[in-house]
């Protein structure tokens, strides 16, 4: 597993996913084979998502690793993810912003949350606190945030999330209300009340559920 682990890691480097140390490092410690349900163990070094129940996916690797490039994070930071999944985005940022940082990550359905945070906790990551709720509206306990990211597709960007990031930190976000396309948008706070994004290109979530997003199951 080591061996396509570096694989993995090697191929998301020249394919030009993967751009800094940190983000190499992160990528090679953390075992994508450990999130993963039993019988799709096998596929876990491919580039591509898997299923992890409920409806639900773990991101592809060079999907993760555009995260954590765009992010731009530092050790220290404190983050928030919206859409814990499985884990393994949380364990990748959790590695690079080290144990003087800490990551909130909240789930929305309770058997992931509940898997996540045991995987997490086996696997040693104490500077990772789960969470069960709606993401949508941020974890206000923690705020401010110097990262947000979502691992879910809204409809637009949730207010609180906004109003959650400190001066100067970033919100990465999925947003848009096509099934199988929406545009990636990097926010960053410039000051208390100026915000400025930018579209970074399509890409592909499932669905943001909750109060600031799709209100369907
Ligand atoms: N980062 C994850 C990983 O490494 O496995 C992948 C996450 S998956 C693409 C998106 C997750 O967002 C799903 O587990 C889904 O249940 C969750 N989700 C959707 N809406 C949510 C909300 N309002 N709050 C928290 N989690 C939510």
């Given at each position: 597993?080591?061996?396509?682990r ?30 993963v ?49 499985c ?5 990748v ?8 940082g ?20 086996a696997?040693?990551y ?32 949730p ?30 706070r410039l ?27």
């Amino acid at each position: 597993m080591m061996n396509e682990r570096l694989r993995m890691v090697q191929d998301l480097i020249d394919k030009g996913y993967i751009k800094s140390e940190s983000v190499r490092r992160a990528m090679e410690r953390v075992p994508r084979d450990e999130f993963v349900p039993e019988d799709e163990k096998h596929r876990a070094y491919l580039d591509i998502p898997l299923p992890i129940g409920e409806g639900q996916t773990i991101s592809a690797p060079h999907m993760v690793a555009m995260i954590a490039e765009l992010l731009d994070l530092e050790g220290g930071m404190k983050v928030l993810e919206v859409g814990t999944g499985c884990g393994y985005n949380a364990a990748v940022i959790a590695e690079i912003i080290g144990r003087e940082g800490h990551l909130y990550t909240v789930e929305r359905i309770h058997s992931l949350y509940e898997r996540a945070r045991r995987k997490l906790e086996a696997l040693g990551y104490d500077n990772i606190t789960v969470i069960h709720g709606d993401g949508s509206r941020g974890y206000p306990p923690e705020a401010p945030y110097s990262r947000i990211y979502v691992t879910a597709a809204a409809p637009y960007i949730p207010e609180p999330l906004r109003e959650q990031l400190e001066v100067g930190g970033k919100l990465l976000i999925p947003v848009g209300s096509d099934k199988f396309y929406q545009e990636l948008v990097l926010v960053e706070r410039l000051s208390s009340g100026d915000y400025r994004s930018r579209n970074l290109g399509g890409v592909a979530f499932v669905p943001l559920i909750g109060k600031h997003g799709w209100k369907f199951h």
